[in-house]
């Protein structure tokens, strides 16, 4: 072995692994002369058969295969030769290996916890994809993929027979764990399952390249100077043991699944494997070989090729995520450049954007940061319009965000339309000598440009937005320097955002009707599951309609009937009640508090509605039928029986539903998450509470000192007392700090910009606020 394989040492291995006279599992002969053959392409089936026939059990798995209804024969295989001939040397080799290695080794597990036939099913499924892969990759020896794919997790069996440890009650500790199975044995058994197979597989005398492959398979290693083939086969195998467990073929049951090393996506072109239709071929092999080995294996018509496709998808993105290589160096880029970033303020990216549930909270942490590293007057991220090409401002900071959120700028316009077009990273350091910038839009605002950066947002390098930072609060220019960070920033964002709307996009299919836009059956089962929750959310009085669409002359409802009603019940019914489209024309409706003679009023506003809407001759044999059921505290319990005593008998298949394209859909998505929160927003913006707290401010325009009194506060705007000596005047820049009077004594730090000036009272607002301020919440709402 050279330098290239670091393996453990033998003193290493006894420190996990007991050897207390039992027999560890050898490699089989068969399969280890296989192996030997397979690269010399002069091999003809006289040598493969040569080897069959020196283990009577493959001789007899052979001609059983052969002769099983797989392949269909009309006479019955009696003679060895004519068996190998038939099946051809690559499926002998591979059903030889196989078998072998499953009899000889993984049937020796020790403990219940560790399902040795869930393990070999996921060995089985790795070892079979990372073959397929490795014939479209054109990989000179898909066979070693085929064996590679198989070890890979070998370690783990030693563990089990040999381990120090009891390794079933590690798995069963670990199943709800978050964390990465790997990182867990090395923290609790001492070593990771790809050492250990690592290490027998080279004691074992198999090619150097299956042994980097087993070692490999869940770790970095571009530092090790691989050639093309030895890198392309560890990211095979990597790649099909991460597919594999994204679609539930794990080696037991666990929570979270592996993590790609970005070594994977640079050896593998994923547009030339085509990964759907790999995994297809995959759980068709893997199905037709199943009974052999006593497992079940779901059927590959189970699997819709969307949502598969979309899980792939959001793991590669959790994938980049968890390795954030962007973060890592933005916070190098910060260290060497500590001008940048002010002494009171920290930065903080990966652990708020870890916990960010929408594309929404996505874009604040990111604005924010960027607010809180650049101080610029005024930064915006915008997005594309796909039908157009034209940019949005979706986000909006600084100040003069009013006027531009929401605005178009056509497309290839000015600094961010040049970004959008070319996807290239930019700064204008002097926009008075660069052509590029659009005059109209400081027109529109009132504002004068000094100097701008920007830089792309990209997925699968096309470009999807910008984020665009104009002019510094300090008045200086912006730097090379700044460019990089932001860079880095920008891909970290991108990334953020992909996972974001997968999660989001994943969960509108589950639970949304993609016609109506309501909530779907799996959802109103959701809700009844949890009786509990259940009673707590729709309180003392419960109601209940069942409402049907009746046609005329059997005719089906049309679509444009079923969004109008779909319409009428969001129009009449309040925010707190839940719409559901239960199944083809037949919505169900939960009114939250509601007794039997409110739900009977609300029963005729939408019937009336309906009548009044659907009066066209072409639907005049459209008609809706309403059964309203109420029940009480008590009884509420009795309403998820009747619900599930009349509508849970005869459950349809639901359709499933195609996930749309990131550019499309990602400004659409944004735009309903912030109408959405608009009611709250607007209540937030308008609520004052009256204060009298003392402060201090530092101007930074003069960099000037002094004290303030806080008369006023809300979670957007803040009313000051400042001395008539000091000069404060609209647009200023002030760092305002005081203490609540909550019990705490809450510190709050912000930066204000001036908006109102009257003697001595002075209106502010909060210039690059926090996306949650945890302490001044709780105090407004207090």
Same mark, same amino acid.
């Given at each position: ?24 599992? =050898? ?31 493959? /001789? ?20 060895? /030769?004519e068996a190998v001939v038939l099946l051809g040397v690559d499926e002998i080799k591979k059903l030889t290996i196989g078998m072998t290695v499953f009899q000889k080794m993984f049937k020796s597990g020790k403990t219940n916890q560790f399902d040795m036939l869930l393990f070999w099913r996921h060995c089985l499924s790795v070892a079979v994809l990372s073959m397929e892969i490795a ?46 199975? %790997?990182? @867990? ?11 250990v197979g690592a290490f027998y597989c080279s004691l074992w005398k198999l090619p150097e390249s299956i042994v980097m492959a087993v070692k490999y398979h869940h770790q970095r290693f571009n530092y090790l100077h691989l050639s093309k083939e030895e890198a392309l086969l560890i990211s095979m195998v990597s790649l099909s043991n991460f597919i594999c467990w994204t679609q539930g ?24 494997? &085509? ?13 037709? =070989? ?202 970290? +964002?991108?990334?953020? %955002? ?34 509990? +929750? ?11 309609? %069942? ?58 506003? =939408? ?8 009066? &066209? ?18 009884? +509420?319990?009795? !309403? ?8 849970? @008998?005869? @459950?349809? &298949? !639901? ?76 647009? &200023? ?19 204000? %910009?001036?908006?109102?000036?009257k003697n001595k009272y002075v209106t502010a607002e909060f210039h690059n606020p926090p996306p949650y301020s945890k302490s001044l919440g709780f105090y407004l709402l207090s």
């Open positions: 072995m050279n330098d290239k394989l670091i393996l453990p040492s033998k003193s290493e291995i006894e420190k996990v692994l007991k050897f207390d006279g039992k027999e560890l599992p =050898i490699f089989p002969q068969a399969a280890s002369k296989l192996l030997e053959i397979s690269r010399d392409e002069s091999t003809s089936i006289k040598d493969i058969l040569k080897i069959v026939e020196t283990d009577p059990g493959i /001789s007899a798995r052979v001609l059983e295969i052969v002769n099983s209804a797989i392949y269909g024969l009309q006479r019955k295989i009696k003679a060895l /030769s014939k479209k990759m054109r990989y000179p020896h898909p066979e070693e993929a085929y064996v590679a794919g198989l070890l890979h997790d070998v370690g783990k069996i030693f563990f089990d027979i040999q381990g120090r440890k009891n390794y079933g009650e590690f798995i069963h500790n670990i199943s709800t764990s978050q964390d990465q199975i %790997i990182e @867990k044995e090395r923290k609790i058994l001492g070593l990771g399952h790809d050492d073929i794990g080696s037991f049951d666990m929570v979270r699944p592996p993590i790609l090393s970005p070594e994977v996506e640079e050896s593998i072109d994923f547009n030339k494997i &085509d990964i759907i239709k790999s995994i297809n071929l995959m759980n068709k092999e893997v199905e037709s =070989i199943s009974e052999f080995y006593n497992f079940v294996f779901p059927s590959a018509n189970q699997l819709h090729e969307n949502l598969l496709w979309t899980n792939f998808k959001l793991c590669r993105v959790n994938t980049k995520y968890y390795h954030q290589d962007s973060l890592a160096k933005i916070q190098n880029l910060l260290q060497t450049n500590e001008n940048v970033l002010s002494s009171d303020l920290n930065f903080e990216l990966g652990k708020p954007l870890a916990k960010a549930k929408t594309i929404k909270e996505v874009l604040d942490i990111v604005m924010f940061q960027i607010g809180c590293i650049f101080e610029p007057i005024h930064w915006s991220l915008l997005l594309k319009d796909p039908k157009n090409g034209d940019m949005i401002f979706s986000v909006v900071v600084g100040t003069n965000k009013e006027k531009l959120q929401g605005v178009r700028l056509p497309k290839g316009e000015g600094v961010a339309g040049y970004i959008m077009e070319t996807g290239e990273y930019l700064i204008v350091e002097d926009v008075s000598k660069d052509n590029r910038l659009n005059n109209r839009m400081d027109k529109y605002t009132g504002f004068k440009t000094s100097s701008i950066i920007g830089t792309p947002l990209k997925t699968e390098n096309k470009t999807f937005g910008v984020i665009e930072l104009i002019d510094k609060v300090s008045g200086d220019k912006f730097t090379p320097e700044e460019l990089n960070i932001l860079a880095s920033i920008s891909e970290y +964002a991108a990334i953020a %955002i992909e996972r974001a709307y997968y999660n989001q996009a994943l969960t509108k299919i589950a639970t949304i009707d993609s016609l109506t836009d309501l909530k779907n059956r799996y959802s109103l089962e959701r809700t009844l599951c949890n009786k509990e +929750a259940m009673l707590k959310r729709y309180g003392p009085n419960t109601s209940m309609m %069942i409402i049907n669409i009746n046609k005329g002359g059997g005719r089906q409802a049309a679509d444009k009937i079923l969004k109008k009603l779909a319409l009428i019940l969001k129009k009449t019914l309040r925010r707190e009640d839940d719409i559901f489209r239960y199944e083809g024309d037949k919505f169900i409706v939960l009114l939250s508090r509601t007794d039997s003679e409110t739900a009977v009023l609300a029963k005729r506003r =939408i019937l009336n509605l309906f009548d009044t809407i659907t009066s &066209d001759k072409d639907e005049i044999d459209i008609k809706i039928s309403i059964f309203v059921h109420s029940v009480e505290t008590d009884h +509420a319990k009795g !309403l998820v029986s009747f619900i599930e005593e009349k509508l849970f @008998k005869n @459950k349809p &298949d !639901l359709k499933e539903e195609p996930v749309g394209n990131l550019e499309e859909n990602l400004q659409p998505l944004l735009e309903q998450e912030i109408k959405d929160q608009k009611p709250e927003n607007e209540k937030a913006k308008t609520y004052r509470k009256k204060v009298s707290l003392m402060g201090e401010f530092i101007q930074l325009k003069t960099k000037s000192y002094g004290r303030m009194t806080v008369e006023g506060i809300s979670s957007r705007e803040i009313d000051l007392i400042i001395s008539s000596e000091q000069r404060v005047q609209v647009n &200023d820049f002030l760092d305002i700090k005081f203490h609540l009077d909550d019990p705490k004594k809450s510190l709050l730090e912000r930066r204000v %910009i001036v908006r109102e000036v």
